[in-house]
């Protein structure tokens, strides 16, 4: 089945400190792969997406590259602020499930300054 | 433009009384989205709608949890009887079902708390 992993948590860095958050994959054919964020106390929002192979989506200084040959959406940001703390969720979708998002379980970043 | 609305923002109530949460999706949005989010079991999948029909109820725990979707400006998720254990933030999430590469978005949530 379809199913997304990523590194357990929480992640603690500091200021300026580079940034990667491993997601990897388990689909059928050509998935859309999304990162969202989730502040304390908000819902998700979208952070960036990427719709098929070798597409790089990218936001606010984060990125992400769609990796089909290893299954992977790792997302990274050279110099994380202390406003970046948040949770980060890796989601992917498939075609014809009406928008459905299969969600990893979440990474939470800290950032100390 | 409006986000996605749910009310309220937050509930408190005992046990045993029936909780209703609502939603209302961004306009011209035809896939609505129901979620639980609990720190033990993460981000579930409750049920979600396509041009207000049901689609896939998987994620419902059980039978006291019911959903609607009237019309596709509203939605509905009840709970009755409600239990402790159902305490968490319930968050609804509306998109454009087709493509299905546009990305969902959420409500600010409404954090119950079950007595």
């Known amino acids: 089945g379809n199913s997304v992993t990523q590194m357990e948590g929480p992640v603690t860095l500091s200021e300026e400190a580079f940034l990667t958050i491993n997601c990897t994959y388990t689909?059928?054919?050509?998935?859309?792969l999304f990162w969202y964020v989730q502040y304390p106390g908000e819902g998700l929002q979208l952070l960036l997406k990427a719709t098929k192979a070798d597409d790089k989506g990218s936001n606010k200084g984060f990125e992400a590259t769609y990796r089909k040959e290893t299954t992977s959406f790792h997302l990274e940001k050279g110099s994380v602020q202390v406003s970046d703390s948040a949770v980060y969720f890796c989601?992917?979708?498939?075609?014809?499930?009406?928008?459905?998002?299969?969600f990893g379980q979440g990474t939470e970043l800290s950032v100390k300054p | 433009d409006a986000g996605v609305i749910q009310s309220p923002r937050h509930e408190v109530t005992e046990m045993g009384q029936e909780v209703t949460l609502r939603c209302k999706p961004i306009s011209g949005h035809n896939s609505l989205f129901w979620y639980r989010q609990t720190m033990m079991r993460g981000l579930e999948l409750l049920i979600y709608?396509?041009?207000?029909?049901?689609?896939?109820d998987s994620g419902m725990p059980e039978d006291r949890f019911s959903a609607k979707m009237p019309n596709a400006s509203f939605s509905t998720l009840k709970i009755q009887p409600s239990e402790p254990r159902d305490s968490a933030v319930y968050f609804c999430?509306?998109?454009?079902?087709?493509?299905?590469?546009?990305?969902?978005?959420f409500g600010d949530g409404t954090r119950l708390s079950i007595l």
């Open positions: 709608f396509n041009n207000n029909v049901p689609i896939d």
């Open positions: 689909a059928t054919g050509y998935p859309s």
């Open positions: 989601a992917l979708s498939r075609n014809n499930q009406g928008g459905k998002l299969i």
């Open positions: 999430a509306s998109s454009p079902s087709d493509p299905s590469n546009q990305p969902q978005h």
